[in-house]
């Protein structure tokens, strides 16, 4: 049986520290970096970042918008990022942020978590605006294949509050039930489960306790970093469940290109920034 993903997460975090890395293409950092924005500087700038950042961090979260945005060849540069990293030793979390009715729903699983696909990731991330039910296809399909789920529940965005903070007929948030789904569907699992929730760095006050954030899972906290989020500020927010967070960080770690220590050196300094408070 394949090993779950909530279990090869923790180790590969024990091995290598908690952060994430994002590899996000933006057309500005192609330009930091001395590279055009076109389908050659993409690919110089995603190979780099795997050659750095796939033997050194436990996870890499390559942003498919930044790869889309270039057609069918950037999609392929995206299929060999994701290759290249799994074989230097990396997980992969595929951030794609879908959602969408159960059917097609499934399509995006077997897009992106079916190990037959050619984009077939170790997670990836998922909205629940139909609904939390509607994500239940990705569900089951990540865990038929030792995969997992990362589902938004208190992004970084100024704009997140809106919808994420707003009551529900039984007086708790939707970003509450949001938690609360994914609590239940981790119940019992060791060393935690496989779905994590996403919850920015950078919330603030939200109508969710660090009881709420502990569902037994990952919690993905962007933010950090570029956004403003820091050890200090991140340990602030998420109280006792801050042994579940995988900080992650794209543009600071990839500021430090196109130069592969450096880029490696600063994912470590972020490594080493948040290693004690997961422990
Ligand atoms: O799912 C995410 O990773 C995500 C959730 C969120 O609430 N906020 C957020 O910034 N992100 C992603 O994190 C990356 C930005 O990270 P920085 O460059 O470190 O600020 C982008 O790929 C965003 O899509």
Not at 14 to 21: L, Q, Y
Not at 216 to 234: F, H, R
Not at 247 to 276: C, H
Request: charged fraction near 20%.
């Amino acid at each position: 049986m394949t090993t779950p993903f909530g279990a090869r997460l923790r180790a590969a975090m024990d091995a290598r520290g908690p952060v994430c890395a994002g590899i996000d293409p933006h057309a500005a950092l192609l330009g930091a970096w001395g590279l055009s924005d076109d389908v050659s500087g993409l690919e110089r700038f995603a190979m780099t970042s795997v050659e750095a950042l796939g033997p050194e961090v436990a996870v890499v979260k390559p942003q498919s918008a930044f790869f889309e945005r270039h057609g069918s060849a950037g999609v392929a540069v995206l299929e060999r990022v994701v290759a290249g990293c799994r074989e230097l030793g990396a997980l992969v979390l595929l951030d794609v942020k879908r959602g969408d009715i159960g059917t097609t729903a499934q399509g995006y699983a077997d897009a992106y978590l079916d190990p037959r696909s050619p984009l077939a990731a170790d997670a990836m991330t998922a909205s629940p605006y139909l609904g939390f039910g509607s994500l239940e296809p990705m569900l089951a399909t990540a865990e038929r294949h030792g995969a997992g789920v990362f589902v938004l529940a208190l992004t970084s965005n100024p704009e997140g509050p809106q919808f994420q903070h707003a009551r529900t007929p039984d007086g708790g948030s939707v970003a509450g039930t949001v938690l609360a789904e994914l609590a239940a569907r981790n119940a019992g699992a060791e060393p935690w489960g496989s779905h994590g929730a996403v919850v920015g760095a950078t919330i603030g006050r939200a109508p969710v306790s660090a009881e709420d954030l502990d569902v037994n899972g990952p919690l993905l906290v962007p933010g950090v970093g570029a956004q403003g989020g820091t050890a200090e500020s991140v340990r602030a927010v998420f109280g006792d469940a801050v042994r579940h967070v995988v900080p992650s960080s794209s543009r600071e770690i990839l500021g430090a290109g196109p130069d592969v220590a450096a880029l490696r050196a600063a994912a470590r300094r972020t490594n080493e920034q948040f290693a004690a408070l997961v422990r």
